[in-house]
């Protein structure tokens, strides 16, 4: 997947609206959390989407442009496929799964419509956690040290 295109008014490099440039759409997670869920087809997609037949087939061939899903051929006639996700789509999961975290919280206390069960038997909620020492990181406790157009010590 390349670098996406940026308009000349883009003051600062920011993988954040690159990444929502891609899937920030209505329905392109949507997409990603129904193939995450084990429906791989388009009438399953459609039901559980709830978008028009032609939106769903416009953001299923983007998300396969961008290399994020694969479609493979499972009836000759009519030719109908089947939808995985790519090794980038899979890698979306956490986000997928922080949004559903962020939303179960702030929009849909008490009343989450997935609840996950981790192999380990506890109920799973997603966290991010540094890759190093696997702690939370507090407010203020980032702190930017290099990338473009960044300012050194801000902290996050």
């Not at 028009?52 to 009836?75: Q, V, W």
């Amino acid at each position: 997947m390349g670098a996406v295109a940026r308009g000349s008014n883009d003051v600062r490099v920011c993988s954040v609206t690159d990444a929502l440039a891609v899937v920030g759409d209505q329905y392109s997670l949507q997409v990603i959390r129904e193939l995450a869920y084990g429906c791989s087809r388009f009438t399953q997609l459609l039901e559980n989407i709830g978008c028009s037949r032609d939106t769903l087939a416009a953001r299923l061939r983007r998300l396969e442009g961008l290399g994020i899903l694969e479609r493979e051929r499972y009836s000759e006639r009519p030719a109908r496929y089947e939808y995985r996700l790519t090794r980038s789509g899979t890698e979306l999961r956490p986000i997928v799964l922080a949004l559903k975290e962020w939303g179960d919280r702030h929009l849909n206390s008490g009343r989450e419509p997935v609840i996950f069960a981790h192999s380990c038997g506890a109920e799973f909620h997603a966290r991010t956690v540094c890759a190093a020492c696997g702690e939370e990181p507090d407010p203020g406790e980032l702190r930017i040290t290099g990338g473009t157009s960044a300012v050194p010590g801000t902290p996050w």
